[in-house]
Each structure stands twice: as C-alpha cells, then as structure tokens.
C-alpha cells in the first residue's frame, strides 16, 4: 500500500506564491510519474503538470511560465512551486503518482487527499 500526503495549500493574494509538497510512502520499488491535478468546484479534475524526469515533464497550458514541477526520487517528493497565482488556480489539488510495490509487479495509480488553494483578494 502507498500513502501519497500533500501539504502548503491556503489562501494567497492574486500574483502571489504558494508551494505544494507531496511525500509518497509505503512499499515502493520506483515511481515512474508523479504530477499534479486540480479540481475547480463545478468541474472536472485536470492535468496541471507531471514529471517522470528532467526532461520529460507536461504542463496545461495555463500555468506554463508560472509553476515549476520538481521531484526528488531519493525522497519520493514532488513539489510544485506556484507563481503569479490567479483567481482561475483556485481549486483542489491532488497529488497523483504511478508506483510500483514489487519487482515484475503492476504498477497502480494513487492518489493523496487534496490541498485547497484560494487565490483572493
């Protein structure tokens, strides 16, 4: 089993900073993805960015220039650090990562709990 725990949501000004964590732990061989979602109230859950390595990383357009993803695979971290937030970034965001447990094992998608983050005046 694999526990996925965000931290550093809250409320923030329009063009302000905020830095999301997540730890993943449990029984885990590798993480292969590790990424972001949110979801607005009323909407569906979407993509925000995800990183398998340096140079594989995927961002919505949206928040391209704005949030940097990072991972640290020896600490099974992802951040992803918020810049020049806008009200439209208010939403839940969900930590989300690909793992797998044991070696020739499957691989299983989870999830962590959710951070809120408000971006208002």
């Known amino acids: 089993q694999v526990q996925l725990v965000e931290s550093g949501g809250g409320l923030v000004q329009p063009g302000g900073s905020l830095r999301l964590s997540c730890a993943a732990s449990g029984t885990i061989l590798n993480i292969y993805v590790m990424g972001w979602y949110r979801q607005a109230p009323g909407a569906q859950r979407e993509l925000v960015a995800t990183m398998i390595n340096s140079s594989r990383i995927n961002y919505t357009d949206s928040v391209k220039g704005r949030f940097t993803i990072s991972r640290d695979n020896a600490k099974n971290t992802v951040t992803l650090q918020m810049n020049n937030l806008k009200p439209e970034d208010t939403a839940v965001y969900y930590c989300?990562?690909?793992?797998?447990?044991?070696?020739?094992?499957?691989?299983?998608?989870?999830w962590g709990q959710g951070t809120q983050v408000t971006v208002s005046s």
């Open positions: 989300n990562a690909d793992v797998r447990s044991y070696i020739l094992g499957p691989t299983y998608n989870y």
